[in-house]
């Protein structure tokens, strides 16, 4: 028993220190999700060695040393999206804003066929605009039979690679584009929303690719901080929402955030965890929307699941521009611009050589 305490408490510290390493390598970056199990697991492993064994001698004081301050590093992370600290977004204090407008953002997963279920909570909802991820030929089908009679306004780009992006707007796009910004089967989509007021922002919805099995980030990584150079270039304020397949205190989004100056409304108020939606234990904040200071906070909220592996988000925000100064913002010193240049150059590189790859095969080694 005591052994496997030992070994697992190293075992729990090393995936803690592990993600402090900045590298694209798949089995480092996967280990950003799962913080917060790992320092519950870590603080199970402490105190049950503690109670059970005490501290002996010096090796046992160093050891525990150790696994406190893997813990302690955990926390630093994950604690932010807790009430213990300060909110970064700011709520409206008007009681009916009047320069509002409410997003939902859904990975409806490829393979699901829930279609019915899913067109039932947007009707419940009704949100101003609707970002869906993931959709294919079939998804699109069957949506557009009833989302276009509601929503005048629409960008589509189907897929059935699972990087399909479907996006409906009641307020009138300018300026539309679905680019391809790092690998030629990814899209994002660029629009400029006017607001009931005539007030404009603009919007950028992504849906990178996520650390898995033998496929590292560089690629994500270019994607987002490619967004956050437009996002903080465009003469509009900026909202970036979409599945970002990383979650919300990794590096790589503190780097967005600080890239483009834009806040995330879940600092200080809960993780709002999308995913997995099938499995209870295992759940991240997958699906973001940041946005520029001059937006307030009306409403967040995760909405019921529909038969996809992700939670839909729903936010309400208001346009507030003379309140702008009142909301702090990440900002982005000498070495985060130069971090940001080289990840994003790194990741087109990658990026040129999966496109050449899809269309030649893999270069023999």
Same mark, same amino acid.
């Given at each position: 028993m005591q052994n496997t305490l030992i070994i697992l408490g190293f075992v729990f510290s090393l995936f803690s220190f592990l993600p402090l390493i900045s590298s694209p390598l798949w089995w480092i970056r996967i280990l950003d999700f799962p913080r917060l199990h790992i320092a519950i697991l870590l603080t199970l492993v402490l105190v049950a060695y503690a109670a059970l064994y005490g501290v002996q001698d010096i090796g046992d004081g160093l050891m525990l040393l150790v696994w406190v301050v893997a813990l302690v590093n955990e926390l630093r992370f994950i604690i932010h999206f807790t009430p213990l600290v300060k909110v970064e977004a700011l709520r409206t204090e008007h009681k009916t804003p009047a320069n509002a407008f409410t997003m939902m953002i859904s990975n409806v997963r490829m393979v699901n066929r829930e279609y019915d279920r899913f067109l039932k909570l947007v009707q419940e909802v009704h949100p101003d605009m609707l970002i869906m991820n993931e959709p294919d030929q079939a998804w699109h089908d069957h949506v557009c039979k009833v989302l276009d009679k509601h929503y005048p306004y629409s960008i589509k780009k189907p897929l059935d690679n699972t990087y399909g992006m479907l996006f409906w707007s009641k307020l009138k796009l300018h300026e539309s584009e679905i680019r391809f910004m790092v690998e030629d089967d990814i899209p994002s989509f660029y629009t400029c929303v006017e607001l009931p007021s005539g007030d404009k922002f603009s919007l950028f919805t992504v849906h990178p690719q996520p650390p898995r099995l033998m496929l590292n980030t560089e690629t994500r990584e270019a994607e987002l901080l490619l967004v956050a150079k437009q996002a903080k270039k465009v003469s509009h304020p900026a909202v970036v929402a979409g599945d970002l397949n990383?979650?919300?205190?990794? $590096?790589?989004?503190?780097?967005?955030?600080?890239?483009? @100056?834009?806040?995330? +409304?879940?600092?200080?108020? @809960?993780?709002? $965890?999308?995913? $997995?939606? #099938?499995? +209870?234990?295992?759940?991240?904040?997958?699906? #973001?929307?940041?946005?520029? +200071?001059?937006?307030?906070?009306?409403?967040?909220?995760?909405? +019921?699941?529909?038969?996809?592996?992700?939670?839909?988000?729903?936010?309400?925000? $208001?346009y507030e521009p003379h309140r702008e100064h009142e909301q702090e913002h990440p900002r982005a010193d000498q070495e985060d611009k130069q971090e940001a240049n080289e990840l994003i150059q790194e990741g087109l590189e990658k990026g040129e050589e999966r496109s050449q790859e899809k269309q030649n095969g893999p270069r023999a080694k």
């Open positions: 990383d979650v919300a205190w990794s $590096n790589t989004t503190k780097l967005f955030k600080e890239i483009s @100056g834009l806040i995330d +409304p879940r600092v200080g108020r @809960g993780f709002y $965890n999308t995913y $997995n939606a #099938h499995i +209870p234990i295992f759940r991240y904040p997958l699906d #973001h929307v940041f946005y520029d +200071p001059a937006f307030r906070l009306v409403s967040l909220r995760r909405l +019921p699941a529909f038969g996809s592996d992700h939670f839909p988000m729903l936010v309400t925000l $208001n």
